[in-house]
């Protein structure tokens, strides 16, 4: 009898391991390397993502581009945020994929070179070496919106693809590049350690508000999972809300994920929000900023073709209050 016993609990605590949620796990472009996955680390530090109703196990990263997608359809993951250029590419590829979310949008990298080149007008761009990080991804789609703004193609200039924006700082400071990129928070890093680098700040002047990244998902988690995709969104928007109004825990909070020191993860985050300060969306998604993105995309090389929104688009997910597509 004791032995039936046994087996009737050690049966039962199976099958409710079996039935119990699934732990999650989710992509985000250059998580705990760039600052898109700042929402994401606060919603885990705070346990947002379980009270919404999923467990998220882990955030994977990539390096970009179209790596993002592709680690997120390589194994059994349930959402990615990824660049924006990335998700158009991999629809009109036929990847079985939707758009259901809205992640950043605007500039959040300095472009820098070296303190002797003669970087003043747009005709010094000319045959100037850029680097940027893969194809499709957020850092070349800038250049090539960054030229058409000065009335340059990309013919006009050398475009180096190098993976790791750090590999970027490297080649800059060895004359291997002449124009590289910093985001955060490898700027706030790069600055306490005493690199000089000269800004040019009126590089991206010009460029109108543009789409960086979107949440994405697969048509088969959409049909299977959508209360736990719509819990993820609904987690990501309680961590943006805490980022925009407590900065002190959410610094705490990016140190911690990022396993930066508290100073570098305090000013890399004041550096977003100083340059553009509605940099993270809260998930919703801005239908007109989306399409001029497309556009420009298209105007400049990057994406060929039309874009069938409805066919792309699934935002149900998204909190009703932010279902307007402007958010």
Avoid: C
Wanted: glycine residues 8%.
């Amino acid at each position: 009898m004791i032995k039936f016993r046994a087996i009737a609990a050690a049966l039962a605590l199976s099958l409710g391991l079996a039935g119990a949620a699934r732990a999650e796990d989710i992509v985000v472009t250059h998580y705990a390397s760039l600052l898109y996955g700042t929402p994401y680390a606060v919603a885990l530090d705070k346990g947002f993502f379980k009270q919404a109703g999923v467990d998220v196990s882990s955030i994977l990263t990539s390096k970009g581009g179209g790596t993002s997608v592709r680690n997120m359809m390589a194994g059994d993951t349930l959402f990615a945020e990824v660049a924006f250029p990335a998700a158009l590419s991999a629809l009109k590829e036929g990847f079985p994929i939707k758009i259901i979310s809205g992640g950043t949008a605007g500039p959040s990298s300095f472009w820098v070179t070296r303190p002797d080149v003669k970087i003043d007008t747009p005709e010094d761009l000319k045959g100037k070496r850029f680097v940027y990080s893969r194809p499709k991804s957020v850092s070349e789609s800038s250049i090539f919106a960054v030229l058409k703004s000065h009335g340059l193609k990309p013919s006009d200039v050398q475009m180096i693809a190098i993976g790791d924006f750090g590999a970027g700082l490297t080649a800059l400071e060895h004359n291997k590049i002449d124009i590289a990129i910093i985001p955060e928070p490898i700027y706030s890093q790069k600055m306490k350690a005493g690199a000089k680098y000269k800004i040019i700040s009126w590089l991206d002047s010009k460029l109108p508000p543009y789409t960086q990244t979107v949440g994405i998902a697969t048509n088969d988690m959409i049909a299977k999972k959508g209360a736990q995709l719509a819990a993820v969104i609904e987690g990501r928007r309680k961590g943006t809300d805490v980022l925009y109004s407590d900065q002190k825990a959410t610094a705490a909070a990016l140190a911690k994920a990022y396993n930066l020191p508290p100073d570098i993860a305090a000013s890399a985050l004041a550096g977003i929000l100083k340059q553009t300060p509605n940099w993270w969306s809260r998930g919703g998604l801005d239908m007109k900023q989306m399409e001029l993105t497309a556009q420009s995309l298209k105007d400049t090389g990057a994406f060929e073709g039309d874009v069938d929104w409805k066919a792309a688009i699934d935002d149900r997910f998204i909190p009703k209050d932010l279902q307007t597509r402007t958010q």
